[in-house]
């Protein structure tokens, strides 16, 4: 009778870690097809789609912004709503959106139906990125946090490297609009199905999250966190530096392409700076380990500008430039991971999907001006060389204000002790081992 009784009650702890392990899985695949389908093919088929369409390659790159103001503009009320229904609901909801959306961009027949479209395709961002899916990582492993992020990180970082050539093929194989329908058949087949029925692990409101207890937990409400001077140099710091390297991103293609580059090597460069992604993820949890929150944000953004700067400068040979593609694709990576504790380590896990989502707000506004910004730049700078100079000098700006702000209570001093379960121990979490 106490065997059977203690085996019952054993069901439930076995199964906790079995829902992590699957909900942790289906992140990864929903995360990096997202970014793929909703990010990524842009800067490969906006060429495209401006030279099918008669279109300016300025006002196609302003559809895509638009995108991001919304998703930005939308992580507030969808940080809120996480922390109430948990992120099942929020990310089916958003999933079942992305699916239209991407096939009204595909089928618009007309500029401003180009531009509804992916202002739907904006909101749907705002529960498929990264958000929404750190903050479901953060709660459900608590401590144990860092180590699943990095594997979410690990595996969509490849997400340019996929799907940058394979929706080049697409477009070559059926135009822009069959390769954004062939893309959104994608959505509906993976990513729909998967957050419907895979993130299962249970979810409490804000108040019952793990972890150990931190300055949030401790009673510093919300609010005050939000209006105190840390939190604002933080999001300052962040927000430059997420411009310049997102700039970078869907500026690439156009930069090579006027270097003499076809849009396949194009595409290809932009991929190796997915690869790269996958190498600053490894890097990250050896980084935390070594330096207080305040130093590494300076270092990574500093290390954003410098890469930045390079691919102005570096215009050939080709393999060299792929050398920089990846020099700048490891930086990236690393801030993905730096972005996704930065507010755990400073405050916490108890409010961080609201507190989060604060703070992604000017990053995803930043990422959303930044497109628009460097192709309206090209023409009164001379070119997007010169573009590239400009983004290396704001994403210095940011490491300038990481390391002028104050570093808030719990970023002060030498780096704090390991987390119950160390993250350089391996990058895999110990539940998958």
Known sequence: MSRRAGAAAATPRAAAPLRNRVALAALCTTVTTGYGVLFYAFPVLAPAIAADTGWSPTTVTAAFSLSQVVAGLSGIPVGRWLERAGPRVVMTAAAALAVPATAAIAAAPALWAFFLAWA?????????????????????????????????????????????????????????????????????????????????PPWRPAGGATGPPRPAEEGEGRGAI?????????????????????????????????????????????????????????????????????????????????????????????????????????????????QATAVSDRWGTERYAALNGVLHTPIMLAVALAPWAGAALAVPLGGYPAVFSALAAIGALGALAAATGPGGRAARGRPGPPSPVSPTASSVPEEFR
Do not use: D
């Open 226 to 338: 939000m209006g105190g001077r840390p939190f604002l140099a933080l999001s300052a710091a962040l927000t430059l530096g997420a411009f310049g390297v997102y700039a970078v991103v869907v500026n690439l293609v156009p930069l090579l392409e006027e270097r003499g580059y076809g849009t396949a090597a194009a595409a290809w460069a932009l991929g190796v700076g997915g690869l790269g992604q996958v190498l600053g993820r490894l890097a990250y949890a050896p980084l935390e380990h070594r330096t207080s929150p305040v130093v590494r944000t300076v270092a990574v953004l500093a290390a954003c500008a410098a890469t930045t700067g390079l691919l102005g400068l570096v215009a050939g040979p080709f393999a060299l430039v792929l050398v920089v593609a990846l020099a700048a694709g490891t930086v990236r990576g690393v801030l993905t991971l730096l």
């Open 120 to 200: 739907a395709a904006g909101a749907a961002m705002a529960g498929l990125f990264y958000p929404p899916a750190f903050a479901a990582i953060t709660r459900w492993y608590g401590p144990r946090r860092v180590p699943a992020l990095t594997a979410l990180t690990l595996v969509a970082g490849l997400s340019s490297t996929v799907f940058a050539p394979a929706t080049a093929a697409l477009e070559h194989a059926f135009g822009w609009r069959g390769a954004y329908l062939a893309l959104a058949a994608v959505l509906a087949l993976v990513v729909l199905p998967l957050h419907a029925f895979a993130p299962t």
